[in-house]
């Protein structure tokens, strides 16, 4: 295997590792915001269910408070995790750049490497001949 080769191999590779962390974030993403989603709901039948809403009042339930603090703590991860995401979006438009550098050194290589066989079998022929 060609040096070339193998870094096209490799460039190819971190790609796909990007877009696979792509992914992952945007499940996780999906998954948190969905159960912050669940949280509210939960909360607003509690708050209903005491008839009170005033997270202040002494009597504010105590499970909608654990629930409306697991909720903001899942809101906290989705943006750290939506910073992630953008930082991972850039790595893969950074890796997909060297990769297409990579596959045009190849294929400048490739063509070289062509070129220059044709090239010399050319001279043999006419040493062959001549």
């Given at each position: 295997?060609?040096?070339?080769?193998?870094?096209?191999?490799?460039?190819?590779?971190?790609?796909?590792?990007?877009?696979?962390?792509?992914?992952?974030?945007?499940?996780?993403?999906?998954?948190?915001?969905?159960?912050?989603?669940?949280?509210?709901?939960?909360?607003?039948?509690?708050?209903?269910?005491a008839g009170i809403?005033?997270?202040?009042?002494?009597?504010?339930?105590?499970?909608?408070?654990?629930?409306?603090?697991?909720?903001?703590?899942?809101?906290v991860s989705i943006?750290?995790?939506?910073?992630?995401?953008?930082?991972?979006?850039?790595?893969?438009?950074?890796?997909?750049?060297?990769?297409?550098?990579?596959?045009?050194?190849?294929?400048?290589?490739?063509?070289?490497?062509?070129?220059?066989?044709?090239?010399?079998?050319?001279?043999?022929?006419?040493?062959?001949?001549?």
């Amino acid at each position: 295997m060609k040096p070339r080769e193998s870094l096209v191999r490799l460039k190819m590779f971190q790609v796909k590792e990007k877009r696979r962390q792509l992914g992952q974030l945007d499940l996780m993403i999906g998954e948190f915001e969905r159960m912050a989603s669940e949280l509210d709901a939960q909360i607003q039948s509690e708050e209903a269910k005491a008839g009170i809403t005033d997270q202040n009042h002494f009597a504010y339930p105590t499970f909608a408070k654990a629930a409306r603090q697991r909720r903001d703590n899942l809101y906290v991860s989705i943006r750290d995790l939506m910073a992630q995401k953008e930082t991972a979006e850039n790595e893969l438009r950074i890796a997909e750049a060297e990769l297409a550098k990579a596959e045009a050194l190849e294929t400048r290589d490739n063509g070289r490497s062509a070129r220059e066989s044709a090239d010399s079998l050319a001279m043999q022929r006419r040493a062959m001949i001549g």
